[in-house]
C-alpha cells in the first residue's frame, strides 16, 4: 500500500494514462483507420532499414525502394545481419525459421512503381526538401491511393505535400533512431492533411510498432523541436 504513494508509482502511473492519451486525436477515429495490408518504405539507409524492420516485425508485407539494385540489395542484406546482430537472435528467441519467415515478408526494388500496391509509403531519404518533394512526385503517380507519410524530423510537410495532387493523403510520421528499437513515434499533421491519413498514422502504433504516439499540428513545428518534445513525452 505504502508503494502507491512513491514518486515511483506515480510516474509509472502518469506513463501508463499518457501513453493512451497520445493515441487518441480529436475528431479522428484510429480504429476507423484502412487495414494496412502492404507498406513500402523509400530510402535504405539506417532510418529506412530500422522502419522497414518495424513493419516486418508487426507481420506486414514491405517492400523497400532505393536508388538502384544494388542499394536496394544492401538495404535488404543490411537488415538481415541487423536481425542476426540482435540479443533475440543471439539468444534464440528469434530462430533462422522464424528470421526466415520475416525476410520473406521483404521485398526491394529501384523504383516507386513497385509500390502501387502499398496502403501507406513512409518516404525516409536524407532531409534535403527539394529531394523529398521529387520523392513524393513521383509517388503520386505511382501510389494514387496509398497515405504518404514523410519521415522527416525537421522540414515541413506542408512544403512536401504541395509536390502532390492530394495534400489531404500526406502525413508526418517521424520515427526515432534507431527506428526498429525506439518507442516513439511522433505524427505530424499538415494543414491540408485529412482525417484519413492522420487515422492511418495513429494505427501504426497500435499495429505493435509503437508504443508512445502523438500527433501535433505542422504549425509547432521547429528545427530540433522534437528533442524537446521526446524529453517532454518521458
Known amino acids: ?17 499518457a501513453e493512451r492519451a497520445c ?35 508487426a507481420g506486414l508485407p514491405v517492400t523497400l525502394v532505393d536508388v538502384d539494385d544494388t542499394a536496394a540489395a544492401a538495404a535488404a542484406a543490411g537488415i538481415d545481419a541487423t536481425y542476426r546482430r540482435s540479443s533475440a537472435f543471439k539468444k534464440g528467441r528469434l530462430t533462422e525459421a ?6 520473406a515478408k521483404l521485398a526491394v526494388a529501384s523504383d516507386v512503381t513497385a509500390l502501387g500496391g502499398a496502403d501507406l509509403v513512409v ?47 500526406v502525413v508526418g510520421t517521424h520515427f526515432f533512431s ?16 485529412g482525417d484519413a491519413a492522420v487515422a492511418a498514422a495513429m494505427a501504426l502504433g497500435s499495429v505493435k510498432i509503437k ?7 505542422e504549425s509547432s513545428r521547429r528545427p530540433h523541436r522534437h528533442r524537446r518534445d521526446a524529453c517532454s513525452m518521458a
Do not use: W
Not at 522464424?98 to 525476410?103: C, G, I, R, T, V
Not at 508504443?211 to 499540428?217: D, E, G, P, S
Open 1 to 17: 500500500q505504502a508503494l502507491k504513494a512513491t514518486p515511483e508509482a506515480r510516474a509509472l502511473q502518469h506513463l501508463f494514462f
Open 23 to 57: 493515441a487518441k486525436v480529436p475528431g479522428v477515429d484510429a480504429k476507423g483507420a484502412a487495414p494496412l495490408d502492404a507498406v513500402g518504405v523509400v530510402g535504405g539507409g539506417t532510418m529506412g532499414r530500422g522502419i522497414a524492420m518495424c513493419f516486418l516485425d
Open 98 to 103: 522464424a528470421l526466415a519467415a520475416k525476410l
Open 123 to 169: 518516404e525516409a531519404i536524407y532531409e534535403d526538401l527539394e529531394a523529398k518533394r521529387a520523392v513524393f512526385a513521383r509517388l503520386d503517380g505511382a501510389c494514387p491511393t496509398a497515405v504518404l507519410a514523410s519521415n522527416t524530423s525537421t522540414l515541413s510537410i506542408d512544403a512536401i505535400a504541395d509536390a502532390v495532387a492530394d495534400p489531404t493523403r
Open 178 to 193: 534507431p527506428a526498429n528499437v525506439m518507442k516513439l513515434l511522433e505524427n505530424v499533421r499538415g494543414a491540408r492533411t
Open 211 to 217: 508504443i508512445l504516439r502523438r500527433v501535433r499540428a
